[in-house]
C-alpha cells in the first residue's frame, strides 16, 4: 500500500479565504464521484517531485483547485475560533505528555505523575488519552518502548535482557509477547532473522524491517506517482 500525503499551511489562500484553515471535511475514501480528486493530489505530487520550471507556481494553482473541488463536493464545517482555541489545548497537551514519554519511556511512568503535572485528576487524564490516542496510557507507554527495543534487537552487541533494561521493560517475557504478537516468533528468533539479512551489520535497524513502513526517496516517489499515472491513464483510456 501505497499513502500519498499532501500537506498545506493552514495559513495558505488565508487572504482570500480567511476561514479555510478552520475547515473540517467529513473522513471520506477519494473515490468514485471524487476519484478526481486523488488525481489531482498525484498531479501535484508528480509536479512537486518533477522539480520542472517554475514548479511551485503549479503546484499552488493545483492546490487551489483540489481545495476548490474538495469544498464543491465533499461535505464540511467550518471550525469556531472557540473551538479551535480549546483544541489547541488539548492537541499541546497531548504533545508534552507524549514527549514526556518519549524522553522518559525508559523510567518507571505513572499515570498519576503525568496527571498531577498537568493539575487533572488520573481519572480525567486516562479518559484524555483513551479519547485521543484510541488507547491506555500503559499501551501507548508500551509500544514506544518496543519500538524503541525494535531499533536496538539488530545490536549484537546488546543481550536480549540489556534491550529490556534498556526500554523500560522489567520483564523480558513481556517483550517476547510482544514480539510473538507483532510478529509471530519470539524476539531471538527475530534477531536471527535480521541476522540471516545482514541487518546485524547495522548500528539501528531500517525502520521499514521494524514497522512495515517505508518512507521513499525522491526518485522512488517520482517513479512510483509516473507509474500510477500511467496506469490510470490506460484504464481510462
Not at 33 to 57: I, K, N, V
Not at 193 to 208: D, F, M, Y
Amino acid at each position: 500500500m501505497r499513502i500519498l500525503i499532501v500537506q498545506t499551511s493552514v495559513n495558505f489562500c488565508g487572504e482570500y479565504i480567511p476561514a479555510l484553515g478552520r475547515v473540517e471535511f467529513d473522513r471520506i475514501k477519494l473515490e468514485g464521484e471524487t476519484a478526481p480528486l486523488a488525481r489531482r493530489m498525484t498531479d501535484t505530487a508528480l509536479a512537486f517531485w518533477e522539480g520542472a520550471p517554475y514548479s511551485q507556481l503549479t503546484c499552488v494553482a493545483q492546490l487551489c483547485l483540489l481545495f476548490r473541488d474538495l469544498l464543491l463536493q465533499v461535505p464540511h464545517r467550518t471550525i469556531s475560533e472557540a473551538e479551535l482555541s480549546s483544541r489547541k489545548k488539548k492537541g499541546d497537551r497531548l504533545a508534552r505528555i507524549t514527549g514526556y514519554i518519549e524522553e522518559h519511556y525508559y523510567e518507571p511512568l505513572r499515570l498519576s505523575d503525568l496527571a498531577k503535572s498537568e493539575g487533572v485528576t488520573t481519572a480525567y487524564l486516562s479518559h484524555f488519552l483513551r479519547d485521543n490516542l484510541n488507547i491506555t496510557f500503559q499501551d501507548y507507554l508500551n509500544i514506544t518502548r518496543f519500538e524503541k527495543a525494535l531499533q536496538l534487537v539488530g545490536d549484537p552487541g546488546l543481550s536480549l535482557l540489556e534491550i529490556c533494561m534498556e526500554c523500560g521493560f522489567s520483564d523480558s517475557r513481556y517483550l517476547n509477547k510482544l514480539f510473538v504478537q507483532r510478529f509471530g516468533c519470539s524476539a531471538k528468533e527475530y534477531r536471527a532473522q535480521l541476522e540471516r539479512q545482514g541487518s546485524s551489520a547495522q548500528t539501528q535497524p531500517v525502520p521499514a524491517v521494524a514497522t512495515g513502513e517505508q518512507i521513499l526517496t525522491s526518485a522512488q516517489s517520482l517513479a512510483w506517482l509516473q507509474a500510477h499515472q500511467a496506469a490510470a491513464s490506460k484504464e481510462h483510456s
